[in-house]
Nanobody, 123 residues
Framework: QVQLVESGGGSAQTGGSLRLSCAASGRIYSIHTMGWFRQAPGKEREFVAAISWRGGSTRYADSVKGRFTISRDNAKNTVYLQMNTLKPEDTAVYYC????????????????WGQGTQVTVSS
């Protein structure tokens, strides 16, 4: 089992920045990919970004390219999502996910999920 705990959510104004963290514990050695997803009220969960736990390869949704950066600190078993130039449409609950494979943007393929952290961007 892998446990994931997100932190760092909160409120920001348009154009502002926030950094989310996702701390992993448990069977860390089994993780291949970690991802961030988000779900806005009344909308389906959508892919934001993902990173290979060992190699560091990254993938991003088109809507966040150039504004968000995913990174990892293997020593701290933590993945980060740096969010810059925030927009009101970035408002959502953000979830961290982990998997033993490489599902990248396919949310239903991820085995482990955090509890989510709210991000609210005001105009």
């Amino acid at each position: 089992q892998v446990q994931l705990v997100e932190s760092g959510g909160g409120s920001a104004q348009t154009g502002g920045s926030l950094r989310l963290s996702c701390a992993a514990s448990g069977r860390i050695y089994s993780i291949h990919t970690m991802g961030w997803f988000r779900q806005a009220p009344g909308k389906e969960r959508e892919f934001v970004a993902a990173i290979s736990w060992r190699g560091g390869s990254t993938r991003y949704a088109d809507s966040v390219k150039g504004r968000f950066t995913i990174s990892r600190d293997n020593a701290k078993n933590t993945v980060y999502l740096q969010m810059n130039t925030l927009k009101p449409e970035d408002t959502a609950v953000y979830y961290c996910a982990a998997d033993q494979g490489a599902p990248w943007g396919r949310d239903k393929a991820y085995d482990y999920w955090g509890q989510g952290t709210q991000v609210t961007v005001s105009s």
